[in-house]
């Protein structure tokens, strides 16, 4: 299994910035896929953005153009940048992160005050 550590979570005014990082416990490169999902209170657990080992990114349709996922590979650590952000995205935010299974971080909180 592999363990994720996220930060950079806190609280924020909309239109403004936060940076989630994610570091794992293994090389990046054998993780077939890792990202964000995000949680909600009495929402379900959503995609955000998510990266693959070959580098490839998707994004989930709410945060495209405004979030970016990236990766230090030197690192073994995944980024979430989000910019504009607005009350909406307020929820926890979880790196997880698939090799053989399903890794979970602890969460990590986001708060966006209108």
């Known amino acids: 299994q592999v363990q994720l550590v996220e930060s950079g979570g806190g609280l924020v005014q909309a239109g403004g910035s936060l940076r989630l990082s994610c570091a794992a416990s293994v090389s990046l490169f054998s993780i077939n896929t890792i990202g964000w999902y995000r949680q909600a209170p009495g929402k379900q657990r959503e995609l955000v953005a998510r990266i693959t080992s070959e580098g490839s990114t998707n994004y989930g349709d709410s945060v495209k153009g405004r979030f970016t996922i990236y990766r230090d590979n030197a690192k073994n650590t995944i980024y979430l940048q989000m910019n504009s952000l607005k009350p909406e995205d307020t929820a926890v935010y979880y790196c997880?992160?698939?090799?053989?299974?399903?890794?979970w971080g602890q969460g990590t909180q986001v708060t966006v005050s209108s």
């Open positions: 997880g992160a698939l090799r053989y299974q399903t890794s």
